[in-house]
């Protein structure tokens, strides 16, 4: 992936480090990924929830403000980010323009062990997620080498679609379908409403795809890219993470789809570059 030719993002912030959740005081890591995942999965909460549920669990009493933001200029990750997240800036911009209407930019915020955003405390265990109540994506930039050394997904593709699937949340989120989705779950059994989590999640994945289209169509992808992010999407699918973490799969509990199921809408976008491919609400989500 040809990252440095790609325009270089205004929108990322990085904070100072925080403390980390965990125990006795030493970060989940992405291991805690998937004990976090499945803990939601089981209990039909979302990740987020037992996050903030683990975290006041070691809360010492002593209640600590996010840093303020900054930005450091001398770390390659940081600027492997600005530059990716300028692409999707770039992708979404035409699109948007195409269809007549204005692309908001999300804010990126690379933070260290833990953050506050608008949607509660998280930590580094968390993993990447979006925040739809401040419009930005957050990420512990560690996560990059647990994705390579654990999840066995190293290249700049596989860390570069991460991205680009939480800003398919954001694309989701100016679109009004997250907040469809979400209306929508309050009404629902936690079977259901876990079904269309999957189904929106897996729209991600795929405008992520789109994402990834604009790029190749611009030079900016080598041959072997479209494989690293499939490696990504695979090992994070929900029954490879309720098999790797001892548990059996449970379908009825997935809340991002089968690794199957990710990997082939991710590829569904990669393949058309057409966001009207990725409507995954009315019809099969299966490959």
């Known amino acids: 992936m040809r990252w440095k030719d790609m325009r270089e993002s205004d929108n990322v912030e990085e904070q100072a480090d925080s403390r980390s959740f965990g125990v006795n005081g030493r970060r989940l890591g992405l291991g805690g990924v998937a004990i976090v995942v499945v803990l939601g999965l089981v209990l039909g909460k979302s990740p987020l929830e037992?996050?903030?549920?683990?975290?006041?669990?070691?809360?010492?009493?002593?209640?600590?403000?996010?840093a303020p933001a900054r930005t450091n200029t001398n770390s390659e990750s940081l600027q492997f980010v600005k530059h990716t997240l300028g692409d999707t800036e770039d992708t979404w911009q035409a699109i948007f323009k195409q269809h007549g209407t204005i692309y908001q930019q999300p804010k990126l915020v690379s933070f260290h062990g833990a953050v506050q955003s608008a949607c509660g405390n998280a930590s580094a265990a968390m993993g990447p997620f979006y925040c739809p109540a401040d419009q930005k994506v957050y990420i512990d930039l560690t996560f990059f080498d647990e994705l390579h050394r654990k999840y066995a997904a190293p290249g700049d593709f596989a860390q570069a679609y991460v991205i680009a699937h939480e800003v398919g949340h954001h694309v989701q989120n100016l679109l009004g379908i997250s907040t469809k989705v979400h209306t929508r779950q309050q009404q629902l059994n936690s079977v259901k409403a876990n079904a269309l989590s999957v189904r929106l999640e897996l729209q991600a994945d795929c405008l992520a795809g789109v994402w990834g289209y604009s790029a190749a169509q611009r030079g900016l992808l080598d041959a072997n890219d479209m494989e690293e992010a499939l490696r990504a999407a695979n090992a994070i699918g929900d029954d490879t993470l309720q098999r790797n973490a001892g548990h059996a799969v449970v379908p009825d509990a997935f809340t991002h789809g089968s690794s199957t199921q990710r990997m082939a809408w991710f590829k569904r976008g990669m393949q058309t570059g057409n966001i009207q491919a990725c409507n995954t609400f009315d019809q099969s989500i299966d490959p």
């Open 50 to 66: 037992i996050l903030n549920l683990v975290a006041g669990s070691y809360d010492t009493g002593t209640n600590q403000q996010a």
